[in-house]
Every structure is written in structure tokens, then in C-alpha cells.
């Protein structure tokens, strides 16, 4: 295997939701590694706080202490601009719930990242249309989304988090909505994803979902539990 | 900011909701169209009294005599100045900034042509009260600066006048002719009429005119003038000329100098401003509430952006995560915003225009003539502004609902519900 290096570096992360009356220790200091092209998933029970790590990887949300480097670079006080850069040029994201827009076509939703990065509209749709075709949608490239089922929407979902080239796909419950067919087939599509040397991160409360990456890093009441390959 | 998505976006989402736009839309389009409408028939209005003001020459006063109100230099008050000719000439010579004066005398006639007689007035002038009052001259020609200094015997007739004379029909064939006016024979030299006839200027059509220095040598009047008009040259305000004209003549006919009568004037300009400045005020008031109008239809489009930010929070959180920057969301709010204010506005300023433009049209092809509308129009000028200030209302109905859609904060909007 190639050197790796760290494509993801959290040291003491701490988060906490601040109100008039509470202060709810979300993370209680994360400490987390992983290296460039690894395939990993991040289980925890509702409440454990990793919707709030995965939104911090995410740089969707800030943190309050530690340090949270991004391929080499400190994601720290970073402004809106800034923000909207990295996640457009780093991060690949793929929710739950698809978050397809309704009103574009298949390879429309694919081409909008594209769009943030002031690609002419032609080339976009170039490229929305090869990554398209990796997810076995050609077909369906000028369907509405409420044209396509679950696991096509999710597939298209993730073509659109992989038109950036990003450097770190984040998938959010990817199977949540999904049958357990669809789920292997979305998580066979991720497994292809990871073999083409990209760094994977899966979020997940299924076991079996997990169970289907490199390692699994759980986490519990802010905090990670262990390290298992 | 003018590519294909964006206005692909806004297109699809006006389409999806197209009664909650059409409504929207309504309200910036009525607006516009008032204040359009009301804009341009106040123009009606406005160019109807206007009208009345004509051809006649409005850097104009006119000036007469009347009692004296004061003792001054032994004289009595009571005493009524006599104007004439001599004054004229003085004026010319003396005030800085005359076009030139125009002065009338009139006095009764009895004119006759071979069996017909009838009285009529006899106005004796030289030859530029027709630039002042701007008359008709339906045949012939007016008095000439060459009958003044002759002292031709040559009179312009009334149009009713040689109407009486002639016939009715055959009022031409007065030219040439030579009628008696008070016992003394004038060949006839012209027509002239007012140039609107309306109950105020009837009295031009029935009366005749000679030149001042014929009327002085025939009828014994003296070089008497009764009253006379006063042009400035453009570069002069009639208003500056005036105080100094009366002072000359006050002097000249032993007048007291702040006696409010004795030499009386009226200032046409000065009727001309007031009148404009009435009509300045009306359509100030009328901006007013046009754009109060259209003010209400601006606040209906902000209101629709803030539910389409509402409904579209999720979606907005999309486009974050995926890498829009809050300039990228900031702009195509906007964009919609002013899109919508400005079609609809648009169509307001057209139908507006048109109705205004279709008043005339049919005003004019079927010949309605009314006192006080006259030829509403809608000018170039209120076009653009009115566009601009959709422009800017469409941006001002934006920016708020633009700002809380910059402020949406992904994680919540994403969160699943």
C-alpha cells in the first residue's frame, strides 16, 4: 500500500449547545484519525453526538475547542465564503432523505455543485453526465427526481457529491431510507468508490451497514469508544 | 448572474406557484399602472389649461390706466393718467430687454358696406398685437409696420364682422373692398378671428382693426392709448421689466410712487408661473399616490419572497452544503425579486401608456373637444422613472428576505423532520 497520510485529523474536539437555562456537552473531546483513501463508518446511537461530529467534518457547523485539520488544512474561524469553498471543493456530501432539488432534472441536481464553482454550463453537464453514467443512471438523466425510486435518487445523490472530485465523501445514514436490496446495492456502489482511492465516511446506526467498511469508530456520549479494524 | 439557471430556478418555482405570483404580480402592476393613468390624465388636465394660454406670446404684460388713489404734486386723486404714444416710444428707448410694445386703443364705429350697418368696435394698433395675443388670420394679412408709418386707410375685419357684411359664405370677398368706419372709407386688407374661439374671446370676431396712427389722424383721438402690451426678449424676465416700466410711467404722468393704482398691469408670466406651479402640485400629489400605491404592492412582494425563503429553507441548506456562498443566495433572491416587480411593473407602464395613449386616440378621431382634458400623455421621462424606481423598489422588496436566506443555517435546515 502507497504512504498514506491524514486526510482527516481531529484532536480534542469539543462542541457544546449553549442555551439560556442549559449547556449540553455535545463532544467531550474527539480525538480521531483517518487516512486518505480509508473506509470507514461512524456508529453511534441517536444522541451520541455523531450527527453533530459528522457536521463538524462536514464544516457545516463550527466547533469550540480542539483542532480539526482537512487534508493539511486547520478548519478553524473560518468565514461563510471560505466555508462555502471548502465544502464545495472538499467534501462530498450524500444524505439520508437524498436531498435532491425537485425542480431540476437528474443530471441537473449532479451539475449543481459544478455551478458554485462558476464551470460554464456545458461542461457541467459533461461532466454530471460521465459521473451519471458511473452510477449506472445514464438513462435517467433528464428524469425528474420523483421519476426515480429510492435507490436511484440516492445514486444520483451521490454522483453529485462525486462531480467536485472532492476529497472526502461524508454520507449521512446513506441506507436509512432505503430497502435492504437498495441499501447492499448503495453500499456496493460505496465499497467501488473507496476501491478508486477515495476516502469514504459513513454514518450509520446499522450494524450491518458498518460492518461493511474497514473499521468502525463508535461513538458514545460525545466521546469515542474504541478502535476496532 | 444572467445564466441559464438562474433564470431557470426562478421560472420554475414562479410556475409552481403561479396564482400566489399572478397576485403578487397584481399588486406592482396596479401600482404602476395609477400612477401611470392618474400621471397622464393629470397631463390632460394640464395640457387642456395650457392650451388656452395658445400661441399667445407669454413673456407678456399688460399695462393701462386707471383713477389715481393719492394726491401727489398738487394733482387730486381720481385723476385717470393718460397713456399714449409718446409713452411707447419712450419705453423703447429707456427700459433694457423690450421685444417689443404693442399698444390699443378702441372706440365705438359704425361700419357700413353699400346697405349694411351695424356697430362695432374699432380697435386702433400697431402691428404686433397679433404676436401678443396670437389671433387666427383666416385671409389677407394683419396690420403691417408700413400701414403705422403711412397711416394707410386700411382696416382687418372681425370673421363675424365681414360674415354680417358680405354674407355668410362670401366673408372672402370682403378682401379688397372698401367699408366706411365712422364716416371714413378703409379698404378692407384681412380676416382674423381668435385662435381658440371660446366665450372669452368672442369679441375678437366681432370687431375691426386700423392702424393706431390712422385711427389718431381720422377719429381725433390724440395719440391716446388705452392700454398696451409689453414683450421682454427671451434672455429678460417680464417680472424684472415690470417695476420699471410702471416707475417710468408713474413719473412721466405725475403718479405717487406708492399709489397701488393710477398705472395699473398684469403680469402674464407671472399667471403662467402660478399656473405651472399649480400643476407642479398636482402631479407631486400624484406621485405621491402612485407610489403609495405601488409601495403596497412592493410590500406584497417582499412578503411572498420571505414564504418562498420559508419554503425553501431545505433547499437553501442544500445548496449550502453542496458550496453556494451567502453572495450566491443573496443574488438569485434578488434576482427574482426584481424579476417579478419589473414584469409586472413593466406590463403596468404599457397598459397604462396604452390607455392613456387609446383616451387620446379616440378624443382625437372622434373630435371630443372638453374644456378641461385636453391630449393626456405619458411622457418619456415618467416611463424611465417609473422603471427605475421598480428597479430599486424590487431590490428594496428583496434585500430582506434575500439576508434571512443568507442566514439559514444548514444544519437545522437539513435536519430531517
Known sequence: MAQTFSMIELKNIKKAYKTDFTNLQVLKGIDLDIEEGEFVSIMGSSGSGKSTLLNILGILDEYDSGKYTLAGQLMQNLSEKQAAYFRNRFIGFVFQSFNLLSFKTAVENVALPLYYQKINRIERLEKAMHYLEMVGLKEWANHHPNQLSGGQQQRVAIARALVTEPKVLLADEPTGALDSKTSSEVMDLFEDIHQAGKTVIIVTHELDIAQKTERIIRIQDGLILNREI | MFDRDTWQEILGTLRKHKMRTFLTAFGVFWGIFMLIFMLGMGSGLKNAVFKNFGNRAKNVMYVWSNATSKPYKGFQPGRVPRLNLEDIDYL?????????????????????????????????????????????????????PSDVEESRKVIVLGKRVAEVMFGKGKWEDAIGKYVTANGVEFQVVGIFGPEFIQPWTEDDLETTVIPLTTMHKAFGTAGRIH????????????????????????????????????????????????????????????????????????????????????????????????????????RSILIESVFITLVSGYLGLLSGTLLVGAIDFIMETNNVSLDMFYNPEVKLEVGIGAVVILVIAGTLAGLIPAIMAAKVNPVLALKNE
Request: glycine share 10%; charged share 20%; proline share 4%.
Open chain 2, 92 to 144: 423703447y428707448e429707456n427700459v433694457e430687454g423690450v421685444n417689443y410694445i404693442a399698444p390699443r386703443t378702441t372706440i365705438p364705429g359704425n361700419i357700413t358696406y353699400k346697405e349694411n350697418a351695424e356697430a362695432y368696435d374699432i380697435r386702433g394698433e400697431l402691428s404686433d398685437m397679433i404676436t401678443v395675443e396670437g389671433y387666427k388670420v383666416y385671409k389677407g394679412r394683419y396690420i403691417q
Open chain 2, 227 to 330: 392700454y398696451f402690451a409689453l414683450s421682454a426678449l427671451p434672455k429678460y424676465k417680464i417680472s424684472d421689466l415690470e417695476d420699471q416700466v410702471k416707475t417710468i410711467l408713474q413719473q412721466r404722468h405725475y403718479v405717487a410712487p406708492d399709489d397701488p393704482r393710477g398705472i395699473g398691469g398684469f403680469n402674464l408670466e407671472e399667471q403662467f408661473d402660478k399656473m405651472s406651479g399649480l400643476f407642479l402640485g398636482i402631479s407631486i400629489f400624484l406621485w405621491i399616490v402612485g407610489i403609495g400605491t405601488l409601495i403596497a404592492g412592493i410590500i406584497g412582494v417582499s412578503n411572498i419572497m420571505m414564504i418562498v425563503v420559508k419554503e425553501r429553507t431545505r433547499e437553501i441548506g442544500i445548496r449550502k452544503a453542496l458550496g453556494a456562498t451567502p453572495g450566491v443566495i443573496i
